[in-house]
Protein backbone atom coordinates (compact mmCIF):
# COMPACT_ATOMS: atom_id res chain seq x y z
CA UNK A 1 0.00 0.00 0.00
CA UNK A 2 3.10 2.04 0.35
CA UNK A 3 4.67 1.45 -2.34
CA UNK A 4 0.99 2.50 -4.22
CA UNK A 5 2.00 5.54 -2.74
CA UNK A 6 5.45 6.06 -4.05
CA UNK A 7 4.31 5.43 -7.25
CA UNK A 8 1.62 7.63 -7.63
CA UNK A 9 3.89 10.55 -5.73
CA UNK A 10 6.84 9.79 -8.06
CA UNK A 11 4.08 9.80 -11.50
CA UNK A 12 2.77 12.95 -10.26
CA UNK A 13 5.26 14.97 -9.75
CA UNK A 14 6.35 15.10 -13.57
CA UNK A 15 3.22 16.78 -13.93
CA UNK A 16 3.61 19.80 -11.48
CA UNK A 17 3.77 22.82 -13.01
CA UNK A 18 6.80 24.44 -11.39
CA UNK A 19 9.01 21.36 -12.86
CA UNK A 20 10.68 21.19 -9.32
CA UNK A 21 12.29 17.47 -9.48
CA UNK A 22 9.82 17.35 -6.34
CA UNK A 23 6.91 19.41 -4.77
CA UNK A 24 7.76 21.00 -1.44
CA UNK A 25 4.49 19.93 0.09
CA UNK A 26 2.06 17.38 -0.68
CA UNK A 27 -1.45 17.34 0.52
CA UNK A 28 -3.72 14.43 1.85
CA UNK A 29 -7.79 15.04 2.08
CA UNK A 30 -8.29 13.88 5.58
CA UNK A 31 -12.31 13.04 6.11
CA UNK A 32 -11.57 11.20 9.39
CA UNK A 33 -13.16 7.78 7.85
CA UNK A 34 -11.42 4.66 7.14
CA UNK A 35 -9.63 4.95 3.68
CA UNK A 36 -8.65 8.62 4.23
CA UNK A 37 -7.08 8.11 7.83
CA UNK A 38 -4.90 4.92 6.30
CA UNK A 39 -3.98 6.78 3.09
CA UNK A 40 -2.91 9.43 5.65
CA UNK A 41 -0.59 6.88 7.33
CA UNK A 42 0.53 5.34 4.32
CA UNK A 43 1.87 8.62 2.66
CA UNK A 44 3.59 9.50 5.92
CA UNK A 45 5.59 6.37 5.59
CA UNK A 46 6.15 6.70 2.19
CA UNK A 47 7.57 10.06 2.75
CA UNK A 48 9.98 9.26 5.16
CA UNK A 49 11.48 6.72 3.04
CA UNK A 50 11.94 8.07 -0.10
CA UNK A 51 10.67 11.58 0.01
CA UNK A 52 12.53 13.35 2.91
CA UNK A 53 12.53 16.93 2.09
CA UNK A 54 9.19 17.35 1.41
CA UNK A 55 6.39 18.45 3.45
CA UNK A 56 3.39 16.21 4.42
CA UNK A 57 0.03 18.46 5.78
CA UNK A 58 -3.41 17.15 6.26
CA UNK A 59 -6.67 18.71 4.75
CA UNK A 60 -9.99 18.32 6.46
CA UNK A 61 -13.33 20.06 4.94
CA UNK A 62 -15.87 21.12 7.47
CA UNK A 63 -19.43 20.78 5.18
CA UNK A 64 -21.65 21.51 8.24
CA UNK A 65 -24.12 18.98 6.99
CA UNK A 66 -24.11 16.19 9.78
CA UNK A 67 -24.10 17.04 13.68
CA UNK A 68 -21.46 15.09 14.07
CA UNK A 69 -19.29 17.62 12.02
CA UNK A 70 -17.19 19.67 14.65
CA UNK A 71 -16.29 15.78 16.35
CA UNK A 72 -14.84 14.92 13.28
CA UNK A 73 -12.54 18.08 12.42
CA UNK A 74 -11.27 17.50 16.27
CA UNK A 75 -10.35 13.69 15.84
CA UNK A 76 -8.45 15.05 12.69
CA UNK A 77 -6.74 17.37 14.79
CA UNK A 78 -5.94 14.74 17.30
CA UNK A 79 -4.66 12.52 14.59
CA UNK A 80 -2.82 14.75 12.82
CA UNK A 81 -0.98 15.87 16.30
CA UNK A 82 -0.23 12.74 17.71
CA UNK A 83 1.41 11.86 13.97
CA UNK A 84 2.94 15.32 14.33
CA UNK A 85 1.24 16.08 10.63
CA UNK A 86 0.31 19.45 10.07
CA UNK A 87 -3.14 19.76 9.57
CA UNK A 88 -5.52 22.67 7.39
CA UNK A 89 -9.00 23.02 7.97
CA UNK A 90 -11.61 25.01 6.02
CA UNK A 91 -15.67 25.27 6.65
CA UNK A 92 -17.91 25.60 3.95
CA UNK A 93 -21.54 26.58 3.33
CA UNK A 94 -23.26 24.31 0.99
CA UNK A 95 -25.53 25.96 -1.50
CA UNK A 96 -26.59 23.61 -4.24
CA UNK A 97 -27.30 26.07 -7.83
CA UNK A 98 -30.00 25.08 -9.69
CA UNK A 99 -31.17 21.87 -10.91
CA UNK A 100 -27.83 20.48 -8.30
CA UNK A 101 -28.42 18.51 -5.57
CA UNK A 102 -27.26 18.38 -2.18
CA UNK A 103 -24.35 15.66 -3.11
CA UNK A 104 -22.70 17.19 -6.33
CA UNK A 105 -23.30 20.85 -4.13
CA UNK A 106 -21.10 19.36 -1.48
CA UNK A 107 -18.26 18.19 -3.89
CA UNK A 108 -18.21 21.01 -5.52
CA UNK A 109 -17.97 23.16 -2.26
CA UNK A 110 -15.17 20.70 -1.21
CA UNK A 111 -13.10 21.03 -4.49
CA UNK A 112 -12.66 24.38 -4.35
CA UNK A 113 -11.67 24.74 -0.80
CA UNK A 114 -8.95 21.88 -1.19
CA UNK A 115 -7.69 24.11 -3.94
CA UNK A 116 -7.45 27.18 -2.05
CA UNK A 117 -5.60 24.97 0.56
CA UNK A 118 -3.15 23.50 -1.06
CA UNK A 119 -2.34 27.11 -2.70
CA UNK A 120 -2.20 28.33 0.67
CA UNK A 121 0.25 25.49 1.37
CA UNK A 122 2.31 25.03 -1.62
CA UNK A 123 1.11 21.75 -1.73
CA UNK A 124 1.33 21.27 -5.54
CA UNK A 125 0.07 17.19 -5.36
CA UNK A 126 -3.32 16.31 -3.60
CA UNK A 127 -4.13 12.66 -2.66
CA UNK A 128 -7.35 10.72 -2.59
CA UNK A 129 -8.68 7.48 -0.93
CA UNK A 130 -10.70 6.31 -3.50
CA UNK A 131 -10.39 2.27 -4.63
CA UNK A 132 -11.58 0.24 -6.57
CA UNK A 133 -14.87 -0.39 -5.14
CA UNK A 134 -15.41 3.38 -5.55
CA UNK A 135 -14.85 3.57 -8.92
CA UNK A 136 -17.29 0.74 -9.80
CA UNK A 137 -19.88 2.34 -7.86
CA UNK A 138 -19.33 5.53 -9.72
CA UNK A 139 -18.82 3.61 -13.06
CA UNK A 140 -22.61 2.34 -12.53
CA UNK A 141 -23.80 5.27 -11.06
CA UNK A 142 -22.96 7.24 -13.65
CA UNK A 143 -24.54 4.38 -16.61
CA UNK A 144 -27.56 4.75 -14.59
CA UNK A 145 -27.46 8.91 -14.89
CA UNK A 146 -27.14 8.03 -18.87
CA UNK A 147 -23.41 9.90 -18.65
CA UNK A 148 -21.25 9.83 -21.90
CA UNK A 149 -18.37 8.39 -23.08
CA UNK A 150 -15.36 10.29 -20.68
CA UNK A 151 -17.96 9.78 -17.90
CA UNK A 152 -18.08 6.14 -18.22
CA UNK A 153 -14.34 5.64 -17.56
CA UNK A 154 -14.96 6.29 -13.66
CA UNK A 155 -12.54 8.60 -11.78
CA UNK A 156 -8.30 8.62 -13.30
CA UNK A 157 -5.42 8.15 -11.14
CA UNK A 158 -4.03 11.34 -11.63
CA UNK A 159 -5.95 14.82 -13.39
CA UNK A 160 -5.69 18.16 -12.42
CA UNK A 161 -7.55 19.59 -10.15
CA UNK A 162 -9.06 22.71 -11.48
CA UNK A 163 -9.00 25.04 -14.62
CA UNK A 164 -5.63 26.23 -13.05
CA UNK A 165 -3.90 23.33 -13.36
CA UNK A 166 -0.80 23.85 -10.59
CA UNK A 167 -2.40 21.05 -8.27
CA UNK A 168 -2.38 17.70 -9.73
CA UNK A 169 -5.10 15.45 -8.15
CA UNK A 170 -3.92 11.58 -7.42
CA UNK A 171 -5.34 8.39 -6.20
CA UNK A 172 -2.85 6.05 -5.60
CA UNK A 173 -4.93 3.16 -4.52
CA UNK A 174 -7.93 3.28 -7.49
CA UNK A 175 -7.40 -0.11 -8.26
CA UNK A 176 -6.63 -1.39 -4.70
CA UNK A 177 -10.29 -2.82 -3.48
CA UNK A 178 -11.40 -2.26 -0.25
CA UNK A 179 -10.39 -5.51 1.25
CA UNK A 180 -6.98 -4.17 0.64
CA UNK A 181 -7.50 -1.03 3.20
CA UNK A 182 -9.07 -3.30 5.69
CA UNK A 183 -6.22 -5.34 6.47
CA UNK A 184 -4.13 -2.33 6.19
CA UNK A 185 -6.25 -0.77 8.88
CA UNK A 186 -6.01 -3.76 10.90
CA UNK A 187 -1.76 -4.69 10.34
CA UNK A 188 -1.16 -0.82 11.76
CA UNK A 189 -4.14 -1.16 14.34
CA UNK A 190 -6.00 2.55 12.95
CA UNK A 191 -8.54 3.89 14.41
CA UNK A 192 -11.15 6.20 11.98
CA UNK A 193 -14.82 7.43 12.71
CA UNK A 194 -17.49 5.94 11.12
CA UNK A 195 -19.96 8.56 8.76
CA UNK A 196 -23.36 7.49 9.50
CA UNK A 197 -24.78 8.94 6.05
CA UNK A 198 -23.46 6.16 4.76
CA UNK A 199 -25.89 3.75 5.54
CA UNK A 200 -28.98 6.01 4.46
CA UNK A 201 -29.92 4.82 1.12
CA UNK A 202 -32.21 7.62 0.56
CA UNK A 203 -28.43 8.50 -1.54
CA UNK A 204 -28.01 7.42 -4.35
CA UNK A 205 -24.99 5.61 -4.23
CA UNK A 206 -25.80 4.31 -0.53
CA UNK A 207 -28.71 2.70 -2.50
CA UNK A 208 -26.75 1.57 -5.28
CA UNK A 209 -23.85 0.04 -2.72
CA UNK A 210 -26.99 -1.88 -1.09
CA UNK A 211 -27.53 -3.58 -3.92
CA UNK A 212 -24.14 -4.56 -4.90
CA UNK A 213 -23.80 -7.73 -3.13
CA UNK A 214 -26.97 -9.61 -4.81
CA UNK A 215 -25.13 -8.04 -8.05
CA UNK A 216 -22.12 -9.87 -7.39
CA UNK A 217 -23.35 -13.25 -6.90
CA UNK A 218 -25.48 -13.29 -9.93
CA UNK A 219 -22.04 -11.48 -11.47
CA UNK A 220 -18.67 -13.03 -9.60
CA UNK A 221 -16.69 -11.14 -12.02
CA UNK A 222 -18.38 -7.89 -11.73
CA UNK A 223 -15.91 -5.63 -10.49
CA UNK A 224 -12.83 -7.23 -12.42
CA UNK A 225 -15.59 -6.56 -15.67
CA UNK A 226 -16.63 -3.06 -14.99
CA UNK A 227 -13.02 -2.06 -14.18
CA UNK A 228 -12.08 -3.29 -17.73
CA UNK A 229 -15.28 -1.65 -19.46
CA UNK A 230 -13.82 1.71 -17.64
CA UNK A 231 -10.57 1.33 -19.22
CA UNK A 232 -12.03 0.94 -22.82
CA UNK A 233 -13.94 4.19 -22.34
CA UNK A 234 -10.62 6.01 -20.72
CA UNK A 235 -9.00 4.88 -23.97
CA UNK A 236 -12.01 5.90 -26.86
CA UNK A 237 -12.93 9.16 -25.02
CA UNK A 238 -8.62 9.54 -24.73
CA UNK A 239 -8.65 9.40 -28.53
CA UNK A 240 -12.05 11.57 -28.90
CA UNK A 241 -10.17 14.01 -26.74
CA UNK A 242 -7.23 14.22 -28.96
CA UNK A 243 -9.47 14.59 -32.36
CA UNK A 244 -11.86 17.44 -30.30
CA UNK A 245 -8.35 19.20 -29.26
CA UNK A 246 -6.96 19.18 -32.63
CA UNK A 247 -10.35 20.52 -34.04
CA UNK A 248 -10.53 23.00 -31.32
CA UNK A 249 -7.11 24.47 -32.13
CA UNK A 250 -7.62 25.43 -35.51
CA UNK A 251 -11.17 27.22 -34.58
CA UNK A 252 -10.27 29.13 -31.63
CA UNK A 253 -8.74 32.38 -30.98
CA UNK A 254 -8.70 35.09 -27.96
CA UNK A 255 -11.16 37.46 -27.61
CA UNK A 256 -10.80 40.49 -29.71
CA UNK A 257 -11.94 42.82 -26.80
CA UNK A 258 -12.12 43.04 -23.06
CA UNK A 259 -15.52 41.50 -22.61
CA UNK A 260 -14.75 38.38 -24.95
CA UNK A 261 -12.43 35.88 -23.55
CA UNK A 262 -12.61 33.34 -26.28
CA UNK A 263 -13.95 32.95 -30.16
CA UNK A 264 -14.76 30.06 -32.36
CA UNK A 265 -15.08 30.12 -36.08
CA UNK A 266 -18.55 29.58 -37.02
CA UNK A 267 -18.08 28.15 -40.48
CA UNK A 268 -15.59 25.81 -38.95
CA UNK A 269 -18.11 24.71 -36.18
CA UNK A 270 -21.10 24.60 -39.20
CA UNK A 271 -18.26 22.09 -40.82
CA UNK A 272 -18.33 19.73 -38.37
CA UNK A 273 -20.73 16.64 -37.63
CA UNK A 274 -22.80 17.10 -34.94
CA UNK A 275 -21.02 15.32 -32.58
CA UNK A 276 -17.76 16.51 -33.15
CA UNK A 277 -18.76 19.82 -32.52
CA UNK A 278 -20.41 18.79 -29.85
CA UNK A 279 -17.06 17.27 -28.49
CA UNK A 280 -15.22 21.07 -29.34
CA UNK A 281 -17.72 23.33 -27.48
CA UNK A 282 -17.22 21.02 -24.60
CA UNK A 283 -13.70 21.00 -24.80
CA UNK A 284 -13.64 25.40 -25.40
CA UNK A 285 -15.91 25.33 -21.77
CA UNK A 286 -13.57 22.89 -20.41
CA UNK A 287 -10.67 24.84 -21.15
CA UNK A 288 -12.25 28.31 -20.21
CA UNK A 289 -12.57 26.60 -16.43
CA UNK A 290 -16.14 26.16 -16.46
CA UNK A 291 -18.81 23.52 -15.65
CA UNK A 292 -19.27 21.15 -18.79
CA UNK A 293 -23.01 21.42 -19.98
CA UNK A 294 -25.22 18.74 -19.69
CA UNK A 295 -26.72 16.94 -22.54
CA UNK A 296 -30.00 18.90 -23.07
CA UNK A 297 -27.57 22.38 -22.52
CA UNK A 298 -25.28 21.46 -24.88
CA UNK A 299 -28.16 20.56 -27.54
CA UNK A 300 -29.11 24.16 -27.04
CA UNK A 301 -25.92 25.57 -27.42
CA UNK A 302 -25.62 23.96 -31.00
CA UNK A 303 -29.03 24.61 -31.93
CA UNK A 304 -29.08 28.30 -31.20
CA UNK A 305 -25.58 29.63 -31.82
CA UNK A 306 -24.19 27.08 -34.69
CA UNK A 307 -27.39 25.59 -36.41
CA UNK A 308 -29.75 28.71 -36.37
CA UNK A 309 -29.22 32.07 -38.33
CA UNK A 310 -30.51 35.64 -37.20
CA UNK A 311 -30.52 37.70 -34.27
CA UNK A 312 -27.57 37.61 -31.83
CA UNK A 313 -28.58 35.01 -29.40
CA UNK A 314 -27.12 34.30 -25.61
CA UNK A 315 -27.22 31.78 -23.59
CA UNK A 316 -26.02 31.93 -20.11
CA UNK A 317 -23.30 29.06 -18.84
CA UNK A 318 -21.39 28.69 -15.40
CA UNK A 319 -20.59 32.67 -14.85
CA UNK A 320 -20.30 33.82 -18.69
CA UNK A 321 -22.61 34.43 -21.52
CA UNK A 322 -21.90 32.44 -25.09
CA UNK A 323 -23.18 34.22 -27.87
CA UNK A 324 -22.89 33.96 -31.86
CA UNK A 325 -22.46 37.47 -33.38
CA UNK A 326 -21.23 37.21 -37.01
CA UNK A 327 -19.19 34.60 -38.15
CA UNK A 328 -17.97 33.74 -34.58
CA UNK A 329 -19.29 32.30 -31.61
CA UNK A 330 -18.09 34.14 -28.89
CA UNK A 331 -17.63 33.34 -25.11
CA UNK A 332 -18.08 36.81 -23.00
CA UNK A 333 -18.16 38.21 -19.65
CA UNK A 334 -21.48 38.74 -18.02
CA UNK A 335 -22.30 42.45 -18.23
CA UNK A 336 -25.43 44.47 -16.48
CA UNK A 337 -29.05 44.29 -17.77
CA UNK A 338 -28.81 48.50 -17.74
CA UNK A 339 -25.52 50.53 -18.12
CA UNK A 340 -24.29 52.66 -14.86
CA UNK A 341 -25.40 55.90 -14.26
CA UNK A 342 -23.87 58.76 -15.70
CA UNK A 343 -20.85 60.57 -13.79
CA UNK A 344 -19.91 63.58 -14.40
CA UNK A 345 -16.72 64.82 -12.53
CA UNK A 346 -13.97 67.51 -13.46
CA UNK A 347 -10.51 66.53 -14.64
CA UNK A 348 -7.53 68.50 -13.05
CA UNK A 349 -4.76 67.24 -15.28
CA UNK A 350 -4.98 63.86 -13.86
CA UNK A 351 -3.10 61.28 -16.14
CA UNK A 352 -6.04 58.41 -15.13
CA UNK A 353 -9.34 58.40 -13.53
CA UNK A 354 -10.61 55.28 -12.85
CA UNK A 355 -14.65 54.98 -12.41
CA UNK A 356 -15.70 51.85 -10.85
CA UNK A 357 -19.30 51.96 -12.30
CA UNK A 358 -18.47 51.51 -15.61
CA UNK A 359 -15.66 48.98 -14.94
CA UNK A 360 -12.36 50.94 -16.76
CA UNK A 361 -10.55 54.09 -16.81
CA UNK A 362 -9.75 57.41 -18.36
CA UNK A 363 -6.08 57.90 -19.96
CA UNK A 364 -4.93 61.37 -20.69
CA UNK A 365 -1.10 61.91 -22.19
CA UNK A 366 -0.46 65.38 -24.12
CA UNK A 367 -0.86 65.09 -27.76
CA UNK A 368 -0.81 68.75 -29.65
CA UNK A 369 -1.06 66.77 -32.74
CA UNK A 370 -4.69 65.22 -32.74
CA UNK A 371 -5.46 65.45 -29.05
CA UNK A 372 -8.61 67.41 -27.49
CA UNK A 373 -8.28 70.66 -26.75
CA UNK A 374 -7.28 71.58 -23.01
CA UNK A 375 -9.98 73.37 -23.26
CA UNK A 376 -12.63 71.18 -23.78
CA UNK A 377 -11.43 69.44 -20.83
CA UNK A 378 -11.02 72.04 -18.41
CA UNK A 379 -14.91 72.36 -18.53
CA UNK A 380 -17.69 69.76 -16.74
CA UNK A 381 -17.42 66.28 -17.84
CA UNK A 382 -19.56 63.79 -17.63
CA UNK A 383 -19.78 59.69 -18.90
CA UNK A 384 -23.11 58.32 -19.85
CA UNK A 385 -24.16 55.99 -22.04
CA UNK A 386 -25.52 56.24 -25.52
CA UNK A 387 -29.04 57.64 -25.84
CA UNK A 388 -29.19 57.74 -29.74
CA UNK A 389 -28.57 60.17 -32.54
CA UNK A 390 -25.05 60.81 -31.78
CA UNK A 391 -22.33 61.54 -34.38
CA UNK A 392 -18.70 61.76 -34.29
CA UNK A 393 -15.85 62.67 -36.31
CA UNK A 394 -12.94 59.81 -36.29
CA UNK A 395 -10.43 60.86 -38.17
CA UNK A 396 -9.20 65.14 -38.95
CA UNK A 397 -10.89 66.40 -42.06
CA UNK A 398 -12.98 63.16 -42.02
CA UNK A 399 -17.06 63.57 -42.41
CA UNK A 400 -18.98 63.31 -38.86
CA UNK A 401 -20.82 60.04 -38.98
CA UNK A 402 -23.57 58.18 -36.67
CA UNK A 403 -22.61 56.55 -33.73
CA UNK A 404 -24.71 53.74 -34.46
CA UNK A 405 -22.74 52.95 -37.77
CA UNK A 406 -19.24 53.66 -37.04
CA UNK A 407 -19.68 50.78 -33.80
CA UNK A 408 -21.23 48.30 -36.66
CA UNK A 409 -18.03 48.95 -38.53
CA UNK A 410 -16.00 48.26 -36.00
CA UNK A 411 -17.66 45.14 -35.34
CA UNK A 412 -18.29 46.19 -31.92
CA UNK A 413 -21.51 43.86 -30.93
CA UNK A 414 -24.95 45.68 -29.58
CA UNK A 415 -25.00 43.69 -26.67
CA UNK A 416 -21.62 45.69 -25.80
CA UNK A 417 -22.30 49.29 -27.01
CA UNK A 418 -24.76 49.72 -24.31
CA UNK A 419 -22.25 49.65 -21.75
CA UNK A 420 -19.31 51.34 -23.36
CA UNK A 421 -19.38 55.12 -22.06
CA UNK A 422 -19.32 58.36 -23.69
CA UNK A 423 -17.58 61.07 -22.37
CA UNK A 424 -19.13 64.43 -23.27
CA UNK A 425 -18.24 67.99 -22.38
CA UNK A 426 -21.88 69.66 -22.38
CA UNK A 427 -23.52 68.72 -25.57
CA UNK A 428 -20.29 67.95 -26.95
CA UNK A 429 -19.30 64.77 -27.70
CA UNK A 430 -15.51 64.16 -26.50
CA UNK A 431 -14.87 60.52 -27.02
CA UNK A 432 -16.19 57.20 -27.50
CA UNK A 433 -15.21 54.26 -25.70
CA UNK A 434 -14.40 51.60 -28.23
CA UNK A 435 -14.05 53.83 -31.10
CA UNK A 436 -11.48 56.90 -30.09
CA UNK A 437 -11.57 60.51 -29.73
CA UNK A 438 -13.91 63.15 -31.52
CA UNK A 439 -11.19 64.99 -34.27
CA UNK A 440 -13.12 68.19 -35.27
CA UNK A 441 -12.57 71.33 -33.26
CA UNK A 442 -13.09 74.90 -33.57
CA UNK A 443 -10.36 76.74 -34.56
CA UNK A 444 -10.35 78.80 -32.04
CA UNK A 445 -9.91 75.86 -29.41
CA UNK A 446 -7.39 73.76 -31.59
CA UNK A 447 -4.00 75.26 -30.39
CA UNK A 448 -2.00 73.55 -27.54
CA UNK A 449 -2.04 72.12 -25.57
CA UNK A 450 -4.01 69.20 -26.41
CA UNK A 451 -4.89 65.78 -24.72
CA UNK A 452 -4.86 62.12 -26.10
CA UNK A 453 -7.92 60.56 -23.93
CA UNK A 454 -8.66 56.99 -24.28
CA UNK A 455 -10.70 54.64 -22.52
CA UNK A 456 -9.12 51.74 -21.12
CA UNK A 457 -11.56 48.63 -19.75
CA UNK A 458 -11.04 46.28 -16.83
CA UNK A 459 -10.91 42.91 -16.95
CA UNK A 460 -11.31 41.03 -14.05
CA UNK A 461 -13.35 37.97 -14.55
CA UNK A 462 -12.64 34.24 -13.59
CA UNK A 463 -12.45 32.31 -16.92
CA UNK A 464 -10.13 34.95 -18.66
CA UNK A 465 -7.37 33.72 -15.29
CA UNK A 466 -8.28 30.27 -16.02
CA UNK A 467 -6.93 30.87 -19.47
CA UNK A 468 -4.11 32.46 -18.83
CA UNK A 469 -3.01 29.55 -16.04
CA UNK A 470 -3.24 27.04 -19.23
CA UNK A 471 -1.52 29.03 -21.60
Known sequence: MTAKVAQALQA??????????????????????????????????????????????????????????????????????????????????????????????????RYEALGRMCREHGAALLLFAHH?????????????????????????????????????????????????????????RLQWIDDPSNADTRFARNALRAHLPALL???????????QAAAHFAQAAGMLDALAQQSLAALVRTGRDADTFSELDLAGLRALPAEHGDAVLRHWLRDLGVQPPSTARLAAMRAQLIEHDGGEPAIAHDGLVLRRFRDRVLACRVVPGAPPAP???????????????????????????????????????????????????LRPGGPARALKQAYQE??????????????????????AAGLGMHRRWPADLSHAPRWRVEWIPHIDFAPSQAMAHKK
Not at 217 to 227: E, I, R, S, T, Y
Not at 410 to 429: F, K, V, Y
Open 132 to 188: RDDQIETVLMRLFRGTGVAGMAGMPARRPLDARGDVQLLRPWIDIPRAQIDDYCARN
Open 410 to 431: ADIPAWRRAHLPLLWREQTLVL
Open 217 to 227: QAFPALHDNVA
Open 12 to 109: GAAFVVSGAPAPAAIAVALSGGRDSVALLHATRAALGEGWPAARLVALHVHHGLQPQADGWMAFCQTLCEAWQVPLATARVTVAPAAGEGIEAAARRA
Open 343 to 393: FAFEWRGETRIVVPAWHGELHFARDDSFGVPEAVLRGPLMLTGRAGGERIV
